[in-house]
Structure formats: C-alpha cells, structure tokens
C-alpha cells in the first residue's frame, strides 16, 4: 500500500499549537529556566563547555523540575508561525511559485484524467522536491515579504529592492511578484532570528485575493509559428471555462515562437483574464482554439498555429481562496516560535544572584499544593526559608546541610537584607541527597549551615507572614518557609534544553527564541 503524511499534516500540526495559545479553552504554557550548579560527570555528565543531550525519559523529567529555579508564562502574543528566512539579494536566482512540485508525479495528469505509466520528479528551479523547502518567497530589508509567482525560466532576479504593497501582481527584476505582508516592528523585535521569520496575513491582501484565478502561467516556445498576438481560453473547471467569460491566456509569437514571459523581445506572454473557480486548467494550441482578438469570435488563419509544433502553456493553478488568502498556509509555515523574555528579577520571581543552563517548557502545570493550573504570569520555582540569628554570607550554589534532618540543597541566591535563603534540591549527592542517597526536605527550625561559606542560620518558624522584597513584591512563609509555585512534577514537559551557562543581572534581558518545527 502506497501512502504519504502530507505537508499539509504538518501545517495542520503547526496551526492547532499555535491555537492552543488562544482559544476558549487554552492550554496554559510555562517557559522555566534552572540549573545553577555546574554540569559534571558524577551527576548530569557533560561540561559547561560541552553541555549534555537532554535525555528523554520519565525519570529525566522529575530532575528538570529539580533543577528549575524560576520561570514565565508564554503568552498568546509571545508565539508566532515562522518559516525559514529568506533574504532578498539583488542578481540571485530565486524558485517560483509552483502547484505541482514533489517527487513521483504522474505526466498524464490530470489532462488524462488517469495516470499514465511515466513518473517524474517535479522539481523548482533550485532542486528542490517540496515546494515550502524553496525558495519561492523572499523578505527585503525594510521587511517586506513577497511571493515569487515568475521567475523568468529560471534567471536571476536582477534589479531594484521591491517596495510595492500592491494587491495586483507587478513586475519587477525580470520577475513577477506577489507583496503578502510586512513584519512589525514589534514581530521584528520579538520573533525575527538569523534563520527564522514569523509569519502573518495581511487582511488587505487577504481581501483582494480570488478564489481559483489563474495568475501564472509557464511557456515552451515551441517553433514554426505565425508571428502575432492571439488569445486562447483556458479549459477546465473553473467558472465559464473555454469561453470567453472564464480564464482567458494572451501570448505573442516572434521569430516563430510562443515568447517565455520576461523581457525576451520586449513582450510578455500573460493571463489576459485570470477568471475564478479553477482547481484545474488546461489550454490546447490550435488553429480552432487560437483567437487574434479576446472576445474569441476571430479565429486565426489556417496554419497558423497548425503549422508550428513544440509549443505548450501550462497552467499553475494557485493556492485554494487565491494568492494572499492565507500567508501562512501557502508559504509552509510548519514552524512556530515561542518568544519570551526574562527581565531582571521581573515581579521578584526571577532570581538574578545566579546563572541557568537549562530551559524547558511545561504545558498546564498546576499552582503549588492544587490541582488547578497555574495562571500567574511569572513563578518562582526555588524554596525559600527565613532565616534569624545568621552568621556569615551563604553564597550561590553552595552546599547546604541541616544536621537533624539530614538534607542537603544547593544555595540558588541569598537576600542578606531580608534574611532570606533560596535552595533547591537536585537528587544528586551533595546537591540534595546525602552520602548514601538519603533525601529529606529542610523543615524545623535546626540550623542549615553552607559547606563553604561556612555561613549558619536558623529557620524562624515564627514566620508567617508576605515579605516585601526589593521590587515590592512579596514572598509569604508558613512557619519559615515558603514553596515553589509551581507543583513540581506537574502538567506535561514538552521542550527541554541545556546549554552552556547563563549569567543574570537585574539590570539584564534574557531574550529568548524557541522554534519548533512541525
């Protein structure tokens, strides 16, 4: 059984998770940051220089959560559908927009209406078996996006940066082109990347584009024919079709043969009338088919076009509602980004008296201690005690012991003004388990000392109550403590990344770009 997953498959994938952002019932997206202490060989591998491949596994996700310090909803506005950027540059040869293009087509069809016995690779200019893996559409610099519907049999594009906003087509560089929509400055900021662009339709584009008209057509000379200009009507099923109400081709004969669209003898073969409704389209060279005039009431002479051979006009059928409807679906956007940016110690939530190495992305966790899903817009993911009666200044990832207990955590950062200790607990030994693998949590009111700070304080169980903090923002503590706000463990982890180090200041952004492709 012969069968394929459609590039469509991907872009319907693409489309329900950028949904899922948005609509009535939306899934809940947290984007967290964690793993202050370094990478090594006796607890994640790796190095800081040469960080481990995330493992994809059950246990794996319970060290994640671990190691998370802190994080931020993703918003609808924070996600975008992307394709692979492409820059516009002057004497480049660019593929052009294509209905057939892929592996294993069959040559009789669908003229014949049934496949004849002749496969073929359709390929674009480039050589490319997909049509969205080409290079069919391009951004200039003032970021402008076109669609290349001509590319001149495969010349380079040769000529001034386009500018036009037009809902017609228009030639420019020896090309045709179609403008779909300009990125925003605010899109620019936010989600355009060395090899990403985001991906939006223009509603003035949209509202222009037509159902089935055909807008481009592709020309074999041919030879033997009568100079002229003539007219034919393009076949099919689209609205009137082989009348002179539907679709009608203009072509020009010069030196005996049909001209290729571009500047060759100074004239263009082109759609006179691009009609609606055409899914598609067919048009036959005959003395009886060829008109001189585009009412086709004139047929031309005898031998005219009988006399000549070799000369086809193949109709490029456009994407369904016309080009501009949907930029998304007819440029391939099976990527989607997911932007967001960490700032400072935004809300007092992000700490910035440390570093991170790993990124991952939770769908719907649920808020500490409940099951409902968590909707603040950024989390704290670190434990925290208040401490009294301390000595010393603990500092960053330091090991922290509390001898009646027997737990052991790391240090993520120390408030010295408000006395407050932030620790996490990674299930390693000496990062939050103790020689032989025993785990506790710190609770009671025991000192907790740092293994290298030398630094001791003890929990204030008398502690009960919100801390202000340097933003205004408060933490609240129940008997000395206070827990993550996020239950760990929850929801479902759907991204996960380690990379070298990152070092956070409060007077630092974090801007941080993840692309998925579908």
């Known amino acids: ?68 310090t802190a994080g931020k909803k993703i918003a609808a506005s924070d996600v975008t559908h992307a394709i692979i950027r492409r820059d516009w540059v002057n004497n480049t040869i660019y593929d052009m927009y294509e209905d057939n293009i892929g592996p294993a087509l069959w040559t009789g069809y669908p003229l014949a209406q049934t496949p004849d016995d002749v496969v073929i690779n359709k390929l674009t200019t480039s050589g490319k078996s ?156 005959t003395d009886a088919t060829v008109f001189t005039d585009a009412a086709l009431t004139t047929a ?12 086809a006009i193949q109709i490029v059928i456009s994407p369904k509602s016309g080009h501009g409807f949907d930029a998304v679906k007819e440029l391939g956007a099976h990527y989607v980004i997911m932007a967001s940016q960490f700032v400072g110690a935004e809300r007092d939530d992000l700490h910035v ?37 301390v000595s010393g200044t603990f500092v960053a990832d ?20 408000n006395s407050i200790l932030y620790y996490q607990q990674e299930r390693y030994t000496d990062y939050g388990t103790n020689s032989t693998g025993g785990y506790a949590t710190l609770s009671g009111a025991n000192a907790i000392t740092g293994a290298t700070s030398s630094a001791v304080g003890t929990p204030d169980l008398t502690a009960d109550d919100a801390v202000t903090l340097a933003n205004g923002f408060t933490i609240t503590f129940t008997d000395g403590y206070a827990n993550p706000e996020l239950e760990p463990d929850s929801g479902n982890i759907i991204y996960n990344e380690n990379r070298a180090p990152i070092t956070r200041a409060t007077d630092q952004t974090e801007d941080i770009k993840i692309v998925v492709e579908f």
Not at 40 to 62: F, H, K, Q, R
Not at 184 to 203: A, C, G, I, Y
Not at 399 to 406: L, R, V
């Open 353 to 389: 008296g440390n570093d991170f190495r790993n990124i991952f992305i939770v769908a719907d966790p649920t808020t500490y201690g409940t099951s409902t899903v968590a909707s603040d817009d950024t989390v704290r993911q670190s434990y925290a005690s208040k401490l009294k009666s």
């Open 398 to 417: 330091e090991k922290i012991t509390q001898a009646s207990t027997g737990a052991v955590a790391t240090v993520v950062e120390w408030d010295a003004i």
């Open 1 to 68: 059984m012969a069968a394929i997953i459609t590039e469509k498959f991907s872009l319907h994938n693409a489309a329900q998770f950028f949904e899922s952002f948005s609509e009535a019932a939306p899934t809940v997206y947290y984007m967290l940051f964690g793993k202050t202490t370094p990478y090594t060989s006796l607890t994640t591998s790796g190095t800081d220089l040469l960080p481990p491949a995330p493992a994809n596994d059950v246990s794996s996700e319970y060290y994640i959560w671990d190691q998370s």
């Open 300 to 311: 031309v002479n005898t031998g005219v076009i009988n006399n000549g051979g070799g000369g």
């Open 130 to 285: 997909s049509l969205y893996e080409s290079t069919f559409c391009f951004r200039t610099t003032d970021n402008r996006v076109y669609k290349v519907i001509d590319n001149n049999s495969g010349v380079a594009y040769s000529g001034s940066e386009p500018t036009s906003e037009s809902n017609s087509l228009f030639s420019q560089g020896g090309y045709i082109l179609k403008y779909m929509y300009t990125i925003t400055t605010t899109e620019q900021t936010k989600f355009l990347t060395t090899d990403f662009m985001p991906v939006s339709t223009d509603s003035t584009v949209s509202a222009a584009a037509v159902d089935g008209k055909i807008e481009s057509i592709i020309v074999t000379p041919g030879s033997g024919y009568t100079n002229g200009t003539y007219y034919t009507a393009v076949n099919g099923d689209g609205v009137n079709a082989g009348t002179s109400s539907g679709a009608i081709i203009s072509f020009v004969v010069s030196g005996g043969v049909i001209v290729k669209f571009g500047i060759i003898f100074g004239s263009d073969t082109v759609v006179y009338d691009g009609g609606a409704g055409y899914r598609f389209g067919t048009v036959t060279l």
